[in-house]
């Protein structure tokens, strides 16, 4: 998907004061939407028994954060992805860890984490925000238990580390859940330690790199993020040699990256291309705006087509990322690991591009419904002064006409914007039209070209208090009289209460509010000058 739409709003705070609406992220729920019309659905249920989430499940998020920066995973992306999870039609009561282990040569998961629209939001502050308000989200660098050699459940050994498998070279990590006491073998499942037995549909893992080219392997993709999966702990005794453990196991025909792969599957793949390193790891901070994102079940086809079409073209070094550059780094490394996935794992995964459908929000059928948001400002609060909403609309189509509504959604709507077949995303400012003090819920319809409505056009609100002021009322009262001018002198000569709100204080326009106002009440009640706020004279507010 390119074009990626903006995002509804900022985590930075991480705390609960974050309210809801920024909780959303529409490239995420396009790209849900397009999965489900391809027939990969989100959600277990009923209706849908191969979905991805089931309701009870530990949803690991195997992100990317060795680097910091553009180089992680995009935050606003995750974020969305948390929050449809934990929107499960069914009544979401499992967990969900964002998890990486950026090795002991990586910088940690920490607040340098901030590849977002807001350069303050970083992981940290997403995975906080949830927490606070009460929801099963947190995160773990398995950094922790990076050189910690364990045995499995199943033997007896309740510790948490990385079972290491001397033939295969195969590792990967067994831990209890930072949230409950669950017990979690990336391989086989949770534990039940009262049965002794996994339970391997009680884990859903998705892989959610972020797009970057790399030196050793040409690209960071898919696959690769499982070394984010695997423990680079006792190189030498292992491998003979970090180097060595590169280059003849992990990117070499050994294909260790894929084995591991392999036995801790992924549910799903997103890749976020937001932004794409284009000369990593020697020069993180060249990155550009590619704004797109995939998803897949085939990290392999996934693979191929992020570096073909989205990094290639962009990277410093094309030939060592192009996947179909023959002897180059990245078409020599994605080609073992898809051999060994398919031809030694019966895996169905590809690197042809003759078995690989592409969809974008253009190829598919117009019954796609559109969806709005105000991403700004906040649902909820008082206004003396009517606010500007910034209004976002996405879609697979064109998006046509916007209408309104107040408090209800039968009939009655209000044209206030016709984009004349515009695009599939965009953002508009809009003011709403002028109305008597009071409480209101705003309802809001858009049209695409072929003729879908947002389904929750009678169910997504957005609600405000609107409260206007008289100018010259500063103690709200009901009318600018006299009483105001004291009001106002002792507002700004003994500290009384100041004008409610600050702008009825402000009658000469002048954006303060200060002695002149209260002389120019006094004028206007005993000599007959201006009223508040009219500047020149003719009976309209100026301000």
Same mark, same amino acid.
């Given at each position: 998907?390119?074009?990626?739409?903006?995002?509804?709003?900022?985590?930075?705070?991480?705390?609960?004061?974050?309210?809801?609406?920024?909780?959303?992220?529409?490239?995420?729920?396009?790209?849900?939407?397009?999965?489900?019309?391809?027939?990969?659905?989100?959600?277990?249920?009923?209706?849908?028994?191969?979905?991805?989430?089931?309701?009870?499940?530990?949803?690991?998020?195997?992100?990317?954060? +060795?680097?910091?920066?553009?180089?992680?995973?995009?935050?606003?992306?995750?974020?969305?992805?948390?929050?449809?999870?934990?929107?499960?039609?069914?009544?979401?009561?499992?967990?969900?860890?964002?998890?990486?282990?950026?090795?002991?040569?990586?910088?940690?998961?920490? +607040?340098?984490?901030?590849?977002?629209?807001?350069?303050?939001?970083?992981?940290?502050?997403?995975?906080?925000?949830?927490?606070?308000?009460? *929801?099963?989200?947190?995160?773990?660098?398995?950094?922790?238990?990076?050189?910690?050699? $364990?045995?499995?459940?199943?033997?007896?050994?309740?510790?948490?580390?990385?079972?290491?498998?001397?033939?295969?070279?195969?590792?990967?990590? &067994?831990? &209890?859940?930072?949230?409950?006491?669950?017990?979690?073998?990336?391989?086989?499942?949770?534990?039940?330690?009262?049965?002794?037995?996994?339970?391997?549909?009680?884990? @859903?893992?998705?892989?959610?790199?972020?797009?970057?080219?790399?030196?050793?392997?040409?690209?960071?993709?898919?696959? &690769?993020?499982?070394?984010?999966?695997?423990?680079?702990?006792?190189?030498?005794?292992?491998?003979?040699?970090?180097?060595?453990?590169?280059?003849?196991?992990?990117?070499?025909?050994?294909?260790?990256?894929?084995?591991?792969?392999?036995?801790?599957?992924?549910?799903?793949?997103?890749?976020?291309?937001?932004?794409?390193?284009?000369?990593?790891?020697?020069?993180?901070?060249?990155?550009?705006?590619?704004?797109?994102?995939? !998803?897949?079940?085939?990290?392999?086809?996934?693979?191929?087509?992020?570096?073909?079409?989205?990094?290639?073209?962009?990277?410093?070094?094309?030939?060592?990322?192009?996947?179909?550059?023959?002897?180059?780094?990245?078409?020599?490394?994605?080609?073992?690991?898809?051999?060994?996935?398919?031809?030694?794992?019966?895996?169905?995964?590809?690197?042809?591009?003759?078995?690989?459908?592409?969809?974008?929000?253009?190829?598919?059928?117009?019954?796609?419904?559109?969806?709005?948001?105000?991403?700004?400002?906040?649902?909820?609060?008082?206004?003396?002064?009517?606010?500007?909403?910034?209004?976002?609309?996405?879609?697979?189509?064109?998006?046509?006409?916007?209408?309104? +509504?107040?408090?209800? @959604?039968?009939?009655?709507?209000?044209?206030?914007?016709? *984009?004349?077949?515009?695009?599939?995303?965009?953002?508009?400012?809009?003011?709403?039209?002028?109305?008597?003090?009071?409480?209101?819920?705003?309802?809001?319809?858009? @049209?695409?070209? !072929?003729?879908?409505?947002?389904?929750?056009? @009678?169910?997504?609100?957005?609600?405000?208090?609107? +409260?206007?002021?008289?100018?010259?009322?500063?103690?709200?009262?009901?009318? $600018?009289?006299?009483?105001?001018?004291?009001?106002?002198?002792?507002?700004?000569?003994?500290?009384?209460?100041?004008?409610?709100?600050?702008?009825?204080?402000?009658?000469?326009?002048?954006?303060?509010?200060?002695?002149?106002?209260?002389?120019?009440?006094?004028? *206007?009640?005993?000599?007959?000058?201006?009223?508040?706020?009219?500047?020149?004279?003719?009976?309209?507010?100026?301000?």
């Amino acid at each position: 998907m390119d074009s990626l739409p903006p995002t509804s709003g900022s985590l930075a705070a991480g705390n609960p004061s974050v309210p809801d609406e920024h909780l959303t992220d529409p490239a995420i729920d396009t790209m849900i939407l397009m999965l489900a019309e391809k027939g990969i659905d989100l959600y277990e249920t009923a209706e849908t028994p191969d979905g991805i989430v089931g309701t009870e499940e530990i949803v690991i998020i195997k992100g990317n954060y +060795q680097w910091n920066g553009r180089n992680t995973t995009n935050t606003d992306r995750v974020k969305g992805l948390i929050w449809r999870v934990l929107n499960h039609p069914d009544d979401f009561s499992g967990e969900i860890l964002v998890c990486d282990n950026t090795q002991d040569i990586g910088t940690g998961i920490n +607040q340098a984490d901030n590849n977002s629209e807001d350069l303050g939001q970083s992981i940290i502050d997403v995975v906080l925000t949830f927490y606070t308000k009460g *929801y099963p989200v947190y995160y773990l660098d398995w950094v922790y238990i990076w050189d910690n050699v $364990a045995s499995e459940y199943s033997e007896g050994d309740y510790s948490d580390g990385y079972v290491y498998e001397e033939i295969s070279k195969i590792t990967y990590p &067994k831990f &209890k859940s930072p949230l409950s006491n669950t017990y979690i073998s990336l391989r086989y499942g949770v534990w039940d330690s009262l049965t002794s037995t996994y339970d391997s549909s009680g884990l @859903c893992v998705i892989d959610f790199p972020v797009l970057k080219a790399h030196g050793w392997a040409g690209s960071t993709i898919a696959i &690769k993020n499982w070394i984010g999966v695997m423990t680079t702990a006792y190189s030498t005794e292992r491998f003979g040699s970090f180097n060595d453990m590169h280059n003849i196991y992990y990117f070499g025909s050994h294909a260790l990256v894929a084995r591991t792969l392999a036995v801790t599957y992924p549910d799903l793949t997103f890749i976020d291309a937001t932004w794409t390193t284009r000369q990593g790891p020697v020069n993180p901070t060249d990155v550009v705006n590619t704004n797109m994102m995939m !998803a897949s079940t085939d990290p392999a086809a996934a693979s191929w087509y992020a570096a073909k079409y989205i990094l290639t073209p962009v990277a410093v070094y094309p030939n060592q990322t192009d996947p179909d550059n023959p002897g180059g780094t990245y078409n020599n490394i994605l080609t073992t690991w898809t051999n060994f996935l398919s031809d030694s794992c019966n895996i169905p995964c590809t690197r042809d591009s003759s078995e690989i459908s592409v969809y974008d929000r253009w190829l598919f059928p117009d019954n796609i419904n559109p969806a709005v948001l105000v991403s700004s400002p906040q649902s909820g609060e008082t206004y003396t002064v009517l606010p500007d909403l910034t209004i976002h609309f996405s879609d697979d189509r064109n998006i046509d006409r916007g209408y309104f +509504q107040l408090d209800g @959604c039968e009939s009655g709507w209000s044209e206030f914007w016709d *984009y004349n077949c515009g695009g599939n995303d965009t953002s508009i400012t809009w003011t709403i039209p002028d109305l008597p003090g009071g409480e209101y819920s705003l309802f809001f319809k858009v @049209c695409d070209d !072929a003729g879908n409505v947002n389904a929750d056009s @009678c169910t997504y609100t957005w609600e405000f208090n609107y +409260q206007p002021y008289i100018c010259g009322d500063a103690n709200s009262d009901g009318t $600018a009289n006299v009483s105001d001018a004291v009001h106002i002198i002792n507002y700004v000569f003994i500290g009384g209460d100041a004008p409610d709100p600050m702008e009825a204080g402000n009658v000469n326009c002048d954006g303060a509010v200060n002695v002149s106002d209260a002389v120019w009440i006094i004028n *206007y009640v005993f000599v007959g000058g201006n009223v508040p706020c009219d500047i020149n004279g003719d009976e309209i507010p100026d301000c």
